[in-house]
């Protein structure tokens, strides 16, 4: 018997081809400066985020913030410590999240350190 | 944090004089001074603390929102104030539009916490355009901190 395409399977073949090319990749980061998610970092942040096209979020216990805006990452108030995930969807979604995830990994090239370090 | 928890209301400023981001930074923590938050003696210190902050990146952050800070060990509590220029001042702005509204904080060094939790009501609350636009409008500081209050009762801020 041959499979028929019917006007739903139609519909969902288009729904999985688009979720294709709409990457969504995401990873943990964890808030390394002793000050926490502060004005800077979550400047550069923003600064860093909004040079991608994909939407950048990050994710906290309770909230789901956009990372391209410094008044809704600043909302998070994360603290030294605090482990968030990054989200990146979008066609540059990979390179996206290597970036910003570069920066907390280098805790945002902030010059203090914390103990132990 | 709620605004009340770190604003000197007897040091709010509704019209600032100065011009120029120094000149607006100078007032503000004049006028902590005025207010008994901050010691006469700690003024000179705290102002360049809070330049030094600013050299190593503009605190306006865009929508005409400017957060001058910084950590001073002569405060064992988060203090802080608020202004308004009707002008405008050029601050260096993220998004480079001239600043019209000021959140002054000083917060002792061992408190990080604080200072975030601060940043967060007041980035949490300036994401309401409406609360931005009447602030900026305000005739008198009595009106700034009737709007604060209205903020803080109304907001989710912990």
């Not at chain 2, 904080?105 to 980035?123: C, F, K, Q, T, Y």
């Amino acid at each position: 018997m041959n499979p028929v395409v019917t006007r739903e399977n139609e519909a969902r073949l288009i729904e999985i081809r688009d979720s294709m090319s709409e990457q969504v990749v995401s990873r943990e980061v964890v808030v390394g400066m002793s000050q926490g998610l502060h004005a800077r970092p979550a400047d550069q942040l923003a600064r860093e985020a909004r040079k991608w096209q994909s939407r950048i979020e990050l994710l906290s216990d309770s909230q789901r913030v956009d990372g391209k805006s410094i008044l809704d990452v600043l909302t998070l108030a994360a603290e030294a410590g605090t482990r968030l995930v990054v989200e990146a969807t979008g066609p540059d979604a990979r390179e996206a999240l290597e970036a910003i995830g570069s920066l907390f990994d280098r805790n945002f090239n902030e010059q203090e350190r914390n103990d132990g370090r | 944090m709620k605004f009340s928890d770190f604003v000197a209301t007897d040091a709010i400023r509704s019209h600032v004089d100065a011009h120029t981001k120094d000149g607006v930074i100078r007032e503000m923590a004049q006028s902590l001074v005025d207010a008994g938050s901050i010691a006469a003696g700690d003024l000179e210190s705290i102002v360049k603390a809070i330049m030094k902050r600013e050299d190593l990146g503009s605190t306006g952050i865009g929508r005409g929102v400017a957060v001058p800070h910084t950590k001073h060990p002569s405060v064992n509590r988060l203090v802080g104030t608020v202004a308004v220029s009707h002008d405008g001042v050029d601050f260096e702005s993220l998004d480079g539009e001239p600043v019209q509204l000021f959140f002054l904080l000083v917060s002792p060094p061992d408190r990080p916490g604080d200072h975030l939790r601060a940043l967060e009501n007041i980035s949490r609350q300036l994401r309401d355009e409406a609360f931005c636009r009447q602030l900026k409008s305000a005739k008198g500081p009595m009106d700034i901190q009737h709007l604060l209050e209205e903020a803080d009762s109304h907001g989710v801020a912990s």
